[in-house]
């Protein structure tokens, strides 16, 4: 039972998932760290936030609506991928820094 909040289940968790992608995209380095007001590359908190929805998607097996589940799916789908995006072309970086 909620304690005071007015908002319905389903607004409940599109800013619980809001929220948890916005921490992947912080991490990204993709939007300003809302703490430090910079914006750095935090991959471990970017892969601790993706693995999290990940989880929460495999728990949830059943209890969405369909539009729900392609939601996630879709934005999972997006998050992996901008991640190794980002994750080899850092790896690049540090790699060509390395042999000048």
């Known amino acids: 039972m909620p304690l005071e909040s007015t908002y319905t ?3 409940l968790f599109d ?4 929220s948890i992608v916005h921490s ?3 991490g990204l380095g993709q939007t300003e760290n809302p703490l430090s007001h910079k ?3 935090n991959f471990g908190q970017a892969a601790t ?8 998607y495999k728990r949830m097996d059943g209890n969405l609506s369909e539009e729900e589940e392609q939601y996630i799916d ?3 789908r997006e998050l992996k991928a901008a991640y190794f995006k980002i994750k080899n072309s850092e790896d690049n970086k540090t790699s060509e820094d390395a042999t000048s």
Do not use: T
């Open 9 to 11: 289940e389903e607004q």
């Open 15 to 18: 800013q619980l998932i809001s």
């Open 24 to 26: 992947v995209w912080v």
């Open 39 to 41: 914006v750095e590359i």
């Open 49 to 56: 936030n993706i693995d999290m929805l990940d989880m929460l």
């Open 74 to 76: 879709d934005i999972l």
